[in-house]
Protein backbone atom coordinates (compact mmCIF):
# COMPACT_ATOMS: atom_id res chain seq x y z
CA UNK A 1 0.00 0.00 0.00
CA UNK A 2 1.32 3.57 -0.88
CA UNK A 3 0.32 6.44 1.19
CA UNK A 4 -0.34 9.58 -0.45
CA UNK A 5 1.49 12.74 1.02
CA UNK A 6 -1.54 14.00 2.15
CA UNK A 7 -2.34 10.73 4.43
CA UNK A 8 1.13 10.94 5.56
CA UNK A 9 1.18 14.22 7.05
CA UNK A 10 -2.74 13.43 8.61
CA UNK A 11 -0.69 10.24 9.95
CA UNK A 12 2.02 12.18 11.47
CA UNK A 13 -0.23 14.65 13.25
CA UNK A 14 -2.01 11.91 14.67
CA UNK A 15 0.85 10.49 15.86
CA UNK A 16 2.06 13.77 17.63
CA UNK A 17 -1.06 13.82 19.15
CA UNK A 18 -0.56 10.30 20.67
CA UNK A 19 3.03 10.97 21.86
CA UNK A 20 1.34 13.87 23.84
CA UNK A 21 -1.30 11.31 25.26
CA UNK A 22 1.69 9.30 26.54
CA UNK A 23 3.74 12.12 27.90
CA UNK A 24 6.25 11.79 24.94
CA UNK A 25 9.68 11.17 26.04
CA UNK A 26 8.74 11.58 29.92
CA UNK A 27 7.67 9.71 32.69
CA UNK A 28 4.52 10.45 34.92
CA UNK A 29 7.15 11.08 37.58
CA UNK A 30 9.51 13.71 35.03
CA UNK A 31 11.80 11.69 34.69
CA UNK A 32 13.24 10.96 31.32
CA UNK A 33 12.18 7.14 29.56
CA UNK A 34 14.88 5.08 27.86
CA UNK A 35 14.92 4.54 24.34
CA UNK A 36 13.58 0.82 24.99
CA UNK A 37 10.63 2.45 26.77
CA UNK A 38 10.13 4.79 24.24
CA UNK A 39 10.06 2.30 21.57
CA UNK A 40 7.64 -0.32 23.97
CA UNK A 41 5.22 2.56 23.76
CA UNK A 42 5.37 2.93 20.44
CA UNK A 43 5.10 -0.99 19.55
CA UNK A 44 1.81 -0.72 22.13
CA UNK A 45 0.29 1.65 20.15
CA UNK A 46 0.87 0.39 16.97
CA UNK A 47 -0.41 -2.62 17.42
CA UNK A 48 -3.61 -1.48 19.28
CA UNK A 49 -4.43 0.92 15.88
CA UNK A 50 -3.24 -1.96 13.73
CA UNK A 51 -5.63 -4.28 15.61
CA UNK A 52 -8.48 -1.96 15.62
CA UNK A 53 -8.27 -0.80 11.96
CA UNK A 54 -8.54 -4.75 11.39
CA UNK A 55 -12.06 -5.28 13.58
CA UNK A 56 -13.34 -2.20 11.77
CA UNK A 57 -12.72 -3.13 8.32
CA UNK A 58 -13.64 -6.83 8.72
CA UNK A 59 -17.30 -5.31 10.65
CA UNK A 60 -17.54 -3.32 7.52
CA UNK A 61 -17.35 -6.07 4.76
CA UNK A 62 -19.90 -8.21 6.89
CA UNK A 63 -23.00 -8.64 4.74
CA UNK A 64 -25.58 -7.65 6.86
CA UNK A 65 -29.12 -9.25 4.76
CA UNK A 66 -31.08 -10.73 7.70
CA UNK A 67 -31.06 -14.21 5.10
CA UNK A 68 -28.71 -15.95 3.26
CA UNK A 69 -29.60 -19.50 1.00
CA UNK A 70 -28.34 -22.50 2.69
CA UNK A 71 -24.93 -24.11 0.58
CA UNK A 72 -26.76 -27.47 0.51
CA UNK A 73 -30.77 -27.20 -0.10
CA UNK A 74 -30.41 -23.27 -1.50
CA UNK A 75 -33.28 -22.80 0.42
CA UNK A 76 -33.65 -19.34 2.30
CA UNK A 77 -32.36 -18.88 5.65
CA UNK A 78 -32.33 -16.40 8.64
CA UNK A 79 -29.49 -15.09 9.72
CA UNK A 80 -28.42 -16.23 13.97
CA UNK A 81 -28.48 -13.29 16.25
CA UNK A 82 -26.62 -15.07 18.99
CA UNK A 83 -23.27 -15.39 16.70
CA UNK A 84 -19.62 -15.80 18.60
CA UNK A 85 -17.05 -13.70 18.08
CA UNK A 86 -14.36 -15.06 15.46
CA UNK A 87 -10.96 -14.21 17.00
CA UNK A 88 -7.90 -14.50 15.09
CA UNK A 89 -3.99 -14.23 15.59
CA UNK A 90 -2.34 -11.54 14.18
CA UNK A 91 1.10 -9.90 13.92
CA UNK A 92 -0.17 -6.59 15.39
CA UNK A 93 -2.46 -8.96 18.41
CA UNK A 94 -5.80 -10.41 18.61
CA UNK A 95 -8.79 -9.34 16.52
CA UNK A 96 -12.18 -9.88 17.15
CA UNK A 97 -15.77 -9.70 14.96
CA UNK A 98 -19.04 -10.92 14.67
CA UNK A 99 -19.50 -13.44 11.66
CA UNK A 100 -22.53 -13.79 9.84
CA UNK A 101 -23.67 -16.94 11.01
CA UNK A 102 -26.57 -18.25 9.64
CA UNK A 103 -29.10 -21.21 10.28
CA UNK A 104 -31.17 -23.66 7.83
CA UNK A 105 -34.21 -25.45 9.49
CA UNK A 106 -34.64 -27.88 6.80
CA UNK A 107 -30.73 -29.41 6.79
CA UNK A 108 -30.18 -28.06 10.53
CA UNK A 109 -27.31 -26.94 10.25
CA UNK A 110 -25.21 -23.47 10.96
CA UNK A 111 -23.26 -21.79 7.82
CA UNK A 112 -21.35 -18.90 7.33
CA UNK A 113 -21.22 -17.96 4.12
CA UNK A 114 -18.10 -16.49 2.02
CA UNK A 115 -19.30 -13.21 0.37
CA UNK A 116 -15.07 -13.12 -1.19
CA UNK A 117 -14.83 -9.69 1.00
CA UNK A 118 -12.62 -11.38 3.87
CA UNK A 119 -11.30 -14.34 3.76
CA UNK A 120 -8.01 -16.06 2.41
CA UNK A 121 -5.55 -14.31 0.77
CA UNK A 122 -5.97 -14.19 -2.65
CA UNK A 123 -2.78 -14.70 -5.28
CA UNK A 124 -1.36 -13.16 -8.20
CA UNK A 125 -3.46 -15.18 -10.49
CA UNK A 126 -6.47 -14.70 -8.82
CA UNK A 127 -7.21 -17.55 -7.23
CA UNK A 128 -7.65 -18.13 -3.11
CA UNK A 129 -3.99 -18.95 -1.68
CA UNK A 130 -3.95 -22.58 -0.89
CA UNK A 131 -6.53 -24.21 -3.73
CA UNK A 132 -4.60 -26.38 -6.23
Known amino acids: ?9 RLQQLA ?9 ATRTD ?8 MESDSIEV ?4 GTSMLESNVQDAQE ?6 CPTCDRLSPRHDDAE ?13 LEAEYFCRRCRRSFFPSHGKVGAARGSDGERAGRA
Open 46 to 49: ADLI
Open 85 to 97: PRVLQTDRGEVAW
Open 16 to 24: KEVRGILGG
Open 64 to 69: PSGTCR
Open 30 to 37: GSPKTFDE
Open 1 to 9: MALAMHERD
